[in-house]
């Protein structure tokens, strides 16, 4: 099993900076798939971005693509999303996921961390 918590949301201005966080406990970590979704107010939950368990393949949604980078310390227990170029659609809560595949998307993840609010202003 696998326990998530994130950190690092908070507010930033349009054309600021975020790095989120999710650190993880459990011995499994090194071997799962990872990735983070976001929910905004009234919208349904979306994918942003994959990682794979090594770290090779990563994906993003094409509204983040050129602007957010995932990526994971497995020595840590950790993964990240730095997120840069950041616009007020950007604005929701960030989820981190574990577990799952990616097939055109980050399909049934496991795991799920309790979310992080980003808020961007205009």
């Known amino acids: 099993q696998l326990q998530l918590v994130e950190s690092g949301g908070g507010l930033a201005q349009a054309g600021g900076s975020l790095r989120l966080s999710c650190a993880a406990s459990g011995r499994s970590f090194s071997r799962s798939n990872m990735g983070w979704f976001r929910q905004a107010p009234g919208k349904e939950r979306e994918f942003v971005a994959f990682?794979?368990?090594?770290?090779?393949?990563?994906y993003y949604a094409d509204s983040v693509k050129g602007r957010f980078t995932i990526s994971r310390d497995n020595a840590k227990n950790t993964m990240y999303l730095q997120m840069n170029s950041l616009k007020p659609e950007d604005t929701g809560v960030y989820y981190c996921?574990?577990?799952?595949?990616?097939?055109?998307?980050?399909?049934?993840?496991?795991?799920w961390g309790q979310g992080t609010q980003v808020t961007v202003s205009s």
């Open positions: 990682i794979s368990w090594s770290g090779y393949s990563t």
């Open positions: 996921a574990a577990g799952g595949a990616y097939a055109g998307g980050f399909r049934s993840p496991d795991y």
